[in-house]
């Protein structure tokens, strides 16, 4: 009785290190490479609308007309306050007409950036969205957009700026391994599900 006891013992710790070792593992992984984990790039898709979602360094209304241009949509909405009438600026400087940006501007977070748009997505029942964010955040925005909006399929097709760990600044470092958190904070808060 007493040894069946301790090889019970011996197999669970055997277990628990494993599992550690595991995470410790994937924990470092991802730290290293952040772009394997936190990007999400659908590739060249079609969409009815482009979204463009506030934030970043002002790199993401350059990605949505340069998608745009491509063909990939015939329409833009910029989501976020704050940075809704700058990035619709610097759509229309990047030859963008006026006449087909809508700009959603009560956005704060994520979450509000998925749920206004698709209020609007659903008004003018668009059934499919090319999402624009910076690289690092892409999971996040792909995951919460499908999460509150299941009929409409999403796609991203994100900014590269600052890919190179060599041009990272310590505010991108910050912001990259900060979205680690809020990845898990939605997914424990909101249930929006990053895997």
């Known amino acids: 009785m007493f040894n069946a006891v301790n090889r019970k013992r011996k197999w669970i710790l055997r277990i628990a290190l494993a599992l550690a070792v595991l995470f410790s593992a994937l924990f470092a992984a991802a730290i290293v490479f952040p772009q394997k984990f936190l990007c999400v790039d659908s ?7 482009i979204v463009v979602l506030g934030g970043g360094s002002h790199e993401r209304p350059g990605r949505a007309a340069e998608l745009f241009k491509n063909g990939d949509a015939s329409r833009i909405i910029v989501s976020g306050a704050g940075d809704d009438e700058i990035n619709q600026r610097i759509l ?14 009560n956005s704060r977070t994520t979450k509000e950036n998925a749920q206004f748009t698709i209020a609007l997505l659903r008004q003018q029942k668009i059934r499919s969205a090319i999402l624009v964010t910076s690289w690092y ?5 792909l995951d919460c957009f499908r999460h509150y909006a299941p009929e409409i399929k999403f796609y991203s097709r994100p900014s590269y700026f600052a890919f190179k760990r060599s041009e990272w600044t310590r505010l991108l470092t910050k912001r990259i391994y900060l979205e680690y958190a809020k990845l898990g904070g939605y997914w424990i808060r909101y249930g929006v599900c990053p895997f």
Not at 92 to 103: A, C, D, F, K, L
Not at 137 to 141: F, G, L
Request: charged content about 25%; cysteine-free; proline content about 12%.
């Open 43 to 49: 590739g060249p898709v079609k969409a009815d609308a």
């Open 92 to 105: 229309i400087e990047n030859g963008i007409p006026r006449n087909v940006i809508q700009v959603e501007p």
């Open 137 to 141: 955040h892409s999971r996040r925005t």
